[in-house]
């Protein structure tokens, strides 16, 4: 018998299918690219560790370590990004709480004490040209309603977003007014709405250093009818909810016995 001359060329797997790209692998960079969500960089950067475990137990039948190479390193970068912008938002966040809210409790601290001086030094805007008269019917009108003012919340996550919260129904018909910034605020009688009117010309003029950041027109307390003891009263720099503010019209109205000026009857 002879041998057959072609014994042994088929031994083995003679087509040997080329080794599959990691499903996971793909996964991984494509979740990474997707940048604009937070999260996604970090579970690519997951994915991608996965897809290398497994190409590496594949016995080469998985391929695509570059690409889990490249989602993880993307992943973990779009990661440091997002961690870093959350950081700077919540220091930021904390910075202009400090400086808003900080102020404005400084500013409402020196009026409830009388120090107009103090409380001038602490604003911008055409606030700082109020008289001590001025000063005093707001604090008596607010006093008359609320009694003492007692502090405005400075930290926003613990303390300001709570006070929010409480006070969103006194909240609600100002809703929408571009030069309104409503403010919670703590009187003898509880959580109170505080308005800080912007200057809708932003006449700043010469503002002291540690100043609220916003020119400030006027600066109102919501008072339990809906309407609002005002420190400036100006006419027209921003109307309540019912358009006439805290106080009365300056309009008369016409004595329905008085006859007309038209000559009619």
Do not use: H
Request: hydrophobic fraction near 40%; charged fraction near 20%.
């Amino acid at each position: 018998m002879t041998q057959n001359p072609y014994a042994g060329e088929f031994d083995g797997d003679v087509y040997e299918a080329p080794p599959r790209t990691s499903v996971l692998a793909v996964t991984s960079l494509v979740l990474s690219l997707i940048c604009c969500i937070p999260g996604l960089g970090l579970l690519g950067s997951l994915f991608g560790v996965g897809a290398i475990i497994g190409i590496g137990n594949s016995r080469g039948r998985v391929g695509g370590r570059g690409v889990a190479v490249a989602g993880i390193t993307i992943g973990l970068l779009v990661t440091i990004a997002w961690i870093g912008l959350a950081v700077a938002v919540y220091r930021g966040i904390g910075t202009v709480s400090k400086l808003m809210y900080g102020n404005t409790n400084a500013f409402m601290a020196s009026v409830e004490n009388g120090d107009f001086d103090k409380a001038r030094a602490i604003v911008s805007g055409p606030v700082v040209s109020a008289s001590d008269e001025q000063f005093e019917a707001f604090r008596d009108k607010y006093r008359a309603a609320y009694g003492s003012f007692v502090s405005v919340p400075t930290k926003f996550w613990s303390e300001v977003l709570p006070a929010y919260i409480e006070i969103k129904p006194q909240m609600q018909p100002y809703s929408g007014r571009q030069n309104i910034v409503p403010v919670p605020a703590e009187f003898d009688s509880g959580r109170v709405l505080l308005l800080l009117i912007v200057d809708p010309q932003g006449n700043a003029g010469k503002a002291p250093q540690n100043a609220l950041s916003i020119p400030l027109a006027d600066i109102w307390v919501v008072l339990p009818d809906g309407t609002e003891a005002r420190l400036m009263d100006i006419p027209g720099a921003a109307a309540g909810p019912g358009e006439g503010g805290g106080e009365a019209s300056d309009r008369a109205e016409p004595d329905e016995d008085e006859p007309n000026d038209d000559g009619g009857p």
